[in-house]
Structures are given as structure tokens and as C-alpha cells.
């Protein structure tokens, strides 16, 4: 494990190796030893400190609203992307259809004349 494997992981979960879900655990181990790995994790503590300090929001609905309103900005922007980006798939499509309708109709008139060409080769006109 690199040093910023080992700092991802105290950024994500904190600094307390309780709270760390990796399976590389003595690796992270062999950086909490080294003065590098201390210092950061000193500097992580004192955050993880002033995280604990917050309390949740003092209106049990005030997440649940957040989250809707987030939510549903996601949702807009997915519907104006599809939007967006739906002319053109379906212009793409509509070419590619077209494509393979020529090519259909080229090999069709290709089996039509060998067919008949063939047809008549044995009848012998007197």
C-alpha cells in the first residue's frame, strides 16, 4: 500500500483503524508507525474531532427534504439530457437504417440476377 492508499483511506473512513474497512490492515499499519503516517493522522484527528462536535439538523424532515431536492435535480437533468441527446440518437439511427436497407436491397438485386442468369442456362433456344 502507497502513502495515498493509506491517506484515501484516513480521508474516507477517519482515523480511528476501528472504522477502516480495508483487508490490507498491516500495511496500514507499518504507515501509522512511520513519522509521515503520524503527523497525518494527528492532523486527521483533530478533524474527526471537530466532526463529532456537529450535531444532526434539529428537524428530523430537513434531511429528507435536502435529499428530495437533490434527488429530483438529478432526475431534471437525466430528462434533459435524454432530451438533449435523443434527436440525435435517433437521426443516428434513422442513417443506420437506411444504411442497412441499401445494403439489404443491393444484396437482394444480386441474388436476383445470379437466380436468373442461372434459370436459363440449360433451356436452348432453336
Do not use: H
Not at 10 to 31: H, M, N
Not at 38 to 47: C, D, G, H, L, V
Not at 78 to 103: A, E, P
Amino acid at each position: 500500500m502507497d502513502f495515498d492508499r493509506f491517506k484515501t483511506i484516513i480521508q474516507t473512513f477517519g482515523a480511528s483503524p476501528c472504522r477502516w474497512e480495508t483487508t490490507d490492515l498491516e500495511s496500514a499499519v507499518d504507515w501509522i508507525d512511520c513519522e509521515q503516517g503520524k503527523t497525518f493522522i494527528q492532523e486527521q484527528k483533530k478533524i474527526d474531532g471537530y466532526l463529532d462536535l456537529l450535531q444532526p439538523p434539529a428537524c428530523p424532515f430537513l434531511s429528507e427534504k435536502i435529499y428530495n431536492a437533490v434527488m429530483n435535480e438529478m432526475t431534471q437533468r437525466q430528462i434533459f439530457l435524454f432530451l438533449r441527446y435523443s434527436t440525435l440518437l435517433s437521426f443516428l439511427f434513422m442513417i443506420g437504417g437506411f444504411c442497412l436497407g441499401w445494403y439489404q436491397t443491393q444484396q437482394d438485386y444480386i441474388n436476383t440476377q445470379s437466380y436468373f442468369t442461372t434459370l436459363f442456362n440449360d433451356i436452348t433456344f432453336q
